[in-house]
């Protein structure tokens, strides 16, 4: 992209041009959340202005015209991911709920001793579910390990599979080292054992084209929030014939066909996992996010943060005491640190004060902390309106701050 294109962008995000602490900001804790350009802004705006009425289930023009609106956002997203019924699209609150609603559900299917293969890598909300379907019906769940360049161990897969496994939850994108996993191989290996597989890809469907057809996998979850739309909502991808074995998550209004004292019956997917008043509006806003991504292209975005995290990476190898954690061959837009002795929290509090929004700690990754040998780390995450001058800000910044201590 040229200098021109990115101020044409960063217009579009007013929240850039702000200050804090009389220094301008640079915002570089994208993979928390990102920030919304106007556009989603002003199509929610719009809506509750002008369209607001639940969906579904009003005979009156507002919510049929919500419904349209809601439903037309089911397709985008279907669109956006490649899926090949708009069905399989669940709308959840985020990541979060959507694995929580798998690990549930699934968990129904399952028996004691059956297993659940996760990653060293994964972030907590990939991990503790998964215990909690364990304490409830003595599943297992076993783990595959990294290398320590933040790499999944080839082959440990394959070793890690048994007749008791039931399905493979892995991440697409580590939120902590940036690790593009393989999960297109990750998937044909499961499948080969007649093993189901979800991703989350929280952290890779802002950066990375997805094609869970292509992709091969049976679930895929993301949050709208770190893809420039608004917090509160999210995507269960669900290939079909799962969703029809997936016994409900939440029981209530919308997800039923018939109810009685004696007996009930649901709605066939996506309706069947959707129980309640859905958050119409956030869906259009998630759906005109999705346009914003591709009106200026992933593969264009994608190409922009590899040059900024490799030019960051770069700089800060020049800082005396830096410490990179994570150096994967495959890498997306996010640089984790350490400096020296300096604590993280120490370091991103300094950063703090001088306009460099990161994030510090165990990043919802305290068994991989674990496996590093650490507490926690300084992050720092990229988005399509970064620039190299404030990369350029970050490495001074955090030169600065090790000559204090």
Not at 138 to 144: A, E, N, Y
Request: proline share 4%; hydrophobic share 40%; with cysteine.
């Amino acid at each position: 992209m040229s200098t021109t294109d990115i101020q044409t962008i960063r217009a579009d995000f007013p929240i850039l041009s702000r200050k804090v602490y009389d220094r301008p900001l640079v915002y570089l804790d994208n993979a928390a959340t990102t920030q919304k350009p106007l556009c989603v802004l002003d199509a929610m705006r719009e809506e509750y202005l002008n369209v607001n009425a639940n969906v579904h289930r009003g005979v009156h023009y507002l919510s049929q015209q919500a419904t349209d609106l809601h439903e037309a956002a089911r397709e985008r997203v279907r669109r956006f991911i490649g899926a090949a019924k708009s069905e399989e699209v669940v709308f959840t609150r985020g990541t979060t709920e959507a694995i929580n609603l798998v690990a549930s559900s699934m968990s129904e299917l399952m028996s004691e001793g059956d297993e659940v293969i996760v990653s060293e890598m994964e972030h907590h909300s990939n991990i503790v579910p998964w215990q909690l379907a364990a304490a409830r019906k003595g599943i297992r769940l076993r783990v595959l390990p990294i290398n320590d360049r933040g790499e999944l161990v080839a082959g440990a897969l394959q070793q890690l599979l048994t007749p008791r496994t039931r399905l493979v939850s892995i991440t697409h994108v580590s939120n902590v080292l940036g690790t593009v996993n393989p999960v297109e191989d990750i998937i044909a290996t499961a499948h080969r054992h007649g093993v189901p597989v979800m991703v989350d890809a929280a952290q890779s469907a802002p950066h990375l084209p997805l094609d869970v057809q292509a992709m091969g996998c049976d679930f895929l979850a993301l949050s709208g929030h770190k893809m420039y739309g608004p917090t509160g909502i999210g995507v269960l991808y669900g290939r079909e014939e799962w969703l029809d074995r997936l016994p409900p998550y939440q029981g209530g209004g919308e997800m039923i066909d018939t109810v009685s004292f004696d007996h009930t019956t649901f709605e066939r997917p996506p309706l069947k996992f959707e129980a309640g008043t859905p958050d119409y509006v956030a869906t259009h806003g998630l759906a005109v996010a999705i346009d914003y991504i591709e009106r200026i292209g992933l593969e264009r975005i994608a190409a922009r943060e590899h040059d900024l995290t490799t030019y960051c990476m770069e700089r800060l190898r020049t800082i005396p005491g830096m410490r990179l954690i994570g150096e994967a061959a495959d890498k997306a837009s996010v640089v984790s640190f350490l400096v020296g002795d300096i604590h993280h929290l120490d370091m991103g509090t300094l950063l703090d004060r001088l306009g460099i929004a990161v994030r510090t700690g165990h990043h919802c990754a305290q068994p991989l902390m674990t496996r590093l040998g650490i507490l926690g780390t300084v992050r720092a995450s990229f988005a399509l309106y970064n620039t190299r001058d404030e990369v350029d800000a970050l490495v001074e910044a955090i030169d600065r701050v090790r000559k204090m201590f």
